[in-house]
């Protein structure tokens, strides 16, 4: 299993978020800091903000801030916001899947029941679990 680009930087994104508070990120900064495109940044940005995570902040010093609590935010949430129906195989992915062996095949519902307990597991966890008393991610992300 592997998570998409798109799903990495948000996940960085929301940390970085929850570390500065209600002070905005800018996306200029952060896709620097970070060594990643700016505007790859600002898609996965926008797409968190059309999902109520983040807010954009208007202004010279404007940017995003997240629009919850960072306890209000389940990392499973998030990825299933940022990567909605992951689909581990080609039949989980198509109704009409080309793979000759699916009539008898038994992986799909070990690999549903594997999915299940990746994100039961990441449910369990929020942002602010992640970013709480981590002091070493503070001093990477908040310097800008
Ligand atoms: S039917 Fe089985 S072998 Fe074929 S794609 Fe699905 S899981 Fe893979």
Same mark, same amino acid.
């Given at each position: 299993?592997?998570?998409?680009?798109?799903? $990495?930087?948000?996940?960085?994104?929301?940390?970085?978020? =929850?570390?500065a508070?209600?002070?905005?990120i /800018?996306?200029?900064?952060?896709?620097?800091?970070?060594n990643v495109?700016?505007?790859?940044l600002?898609?996965v940005?926008?797409?968190l903000a059309? @999902?109520?995570? &983040? #807010?954009?902040?208007?202004?010279?010093?404007?940017?995003?801030?997240?629009?919850?609590?960072?306890? $209000?935010? *389940?990392?499973?949430?998030?990825? *299933?916001?940022? #990567?909605?129906?992951? @689909?581990l195989?080609?039949?989980? *992915? /198509? /109704?009409e899947?080309?793979?000759p062996l699916?009539?008898?095949?038994?992986?799909?519902? &070990? &690999? *549903?029941? =594997?999915?299940r307990?990746?994100?039961e597991?990441? $449910? /369990?966890?929020?942002l602010? $679990? &992640?970013? @709480?008393?981590?002091?070493q991610?503070?001093?990477?992300?908040? @310097?800008?």
């Amino acid at each position: 299993m592997r998570l998409t680009n798109h799903t $990495d930087y948000g996940l960085r994104l929301l940390m970085l978020g =929850a570390t500065a508070g209600p002070s905005p990120i /800018s996306i200029p900064g952060v896709a620097s800091r970070l060594n990643v495109s700016r505007n790859h940044l600002m898609k996965v940005a926008q797409c968190l903000a059309r @999902a109520g995570l &983040l #807010e954009s902040v208007r202004g010279p010093l404007g940017g995003f801030r997240l629009a919850k609590q960072p306890q $209000d935010i *389940r990392i499973g949430d998030a990825i *299933r916001t940022l #990567e909605p129906g992951i @689909a581990l195989v080609e039949c989980m *992915r /198509s /109704s009409e899947p080309g793979c000759p062996l699916v009539q008898g095949c038994r992986l799909p519902s &070990l &690999l *549903r029941e =594997a999915s299940r307990a990746f994100f039961e597991t990441l $449910d /369990s966890c929020n942002l602010q $679990d &992640l970013v @709480a008393g981590n002091s070493q991610l503070v001093r990477l992300t908040v @310097a800008e």
